[in-house]
């Protein structure tokens, strides 16, 4: 009878081990989206889209195990002064899976898929719609782009370059891209281009070698100009926290441009980069 009684006993305490152990099995779901700044369309209104993911964890008692479920991606327009939400848009659908997102305007945003070289285009307020992929000819950077600028004249550039093609230029109502080998001299050192107004503007990193100190022996910056010759260049040593010889890339952002975490407004008038948040 004693040996039954503690046998009861054994399989009890495993039971309520068991449901102890079952107790901390539990499923939670969380939101783990993604968002990028696309560019601006005014001084205060700022674009993102967002890859919008529902996380999925189980609590186990010994850690847990989480996966991702793609739901699709939105645009939004934002107010960066008080980050509120003046518009949204519909999500795409959760398969779609798109490589660049650049403004070629205030109201449109251009999507590339590198994998089959189509265009889509999101209008801001709006629609999603897809362009399809236009005819290349030339050389191909297809694999290799990074941005979409605004060209002038319903055209855009394709910046980013293989060993072979240094660039690509689209006509946006013949829906026809050509490939050129060689940047043109102007290009040369830039990281970003685009159209304003009928110029052509650049922004890049720069240094120069001078001895400062014993840990520091080039000064950099970033620079701008444009194709009618002028221009200028901000050093580090002109921005409050930046290390001296940091040397980073330039990009544009649809009337800002961002270096070191600083967005700067172009003046298009003096040409220079004007801190402005």
Known sequence: ????????????????????????????????????????????????????????????????????????????????????????????????????????????????????????????????????????????????????????????????????CGYAIVDVKRKEIMGYEKLDDFAEGCSDLWVHEGVEYCVGAVKKDTVMSYYERFLAGAFVKNSDGMGDTLWNNQIEGASLNSYHAVEYKNSFVCYLGHYYKVDYEAVKMVFDH
């Open 1 to 164: 009878m004693m040996v039954e009684i503690r046998r009861l006993r054994v399989v009890a305490l495993a039971v309520l081990a068991c449901v102890c152990m079952w107790g901390c099995w539990n499923e939670s779901v969380g939101d783990a989206s993604r968002g990028k700044l696309i560019g601006f369309i005014s001084d205060s209104l700022a674009v993102y889209v967002t890859d919008e993911i529902e996380e999925t964890c189980i609590h186990k008692p010994l850690g847990e195990e989480c996966s991702d479920k793609d739901m699709g991606l939105f645009l939004s327009v934002e107010n960066f002064y008080t980050n509120n939400v003046v518009w949204k848009s519909w999500r795409t659908d959760k398969m779609d899976f798109f490589d660049v997102y650049d403004l070629v305007d205030d109201s449109t945003v251009i999507v590339f898929r590198k994998s089959d070289g189509s265009f889509f285009k999101w209008t801001i307020g709006e629609n999603f719609e897809k362009l399809g992929a236009f005819s290349w000819s030339g050389c191909n950077t297809q694999e290799k782009i990074k941005s979409i600028r605004i060209w002038g004249d319903g055209k855009w550039r394709l910046v980013g370059s293989t060993e072979n």
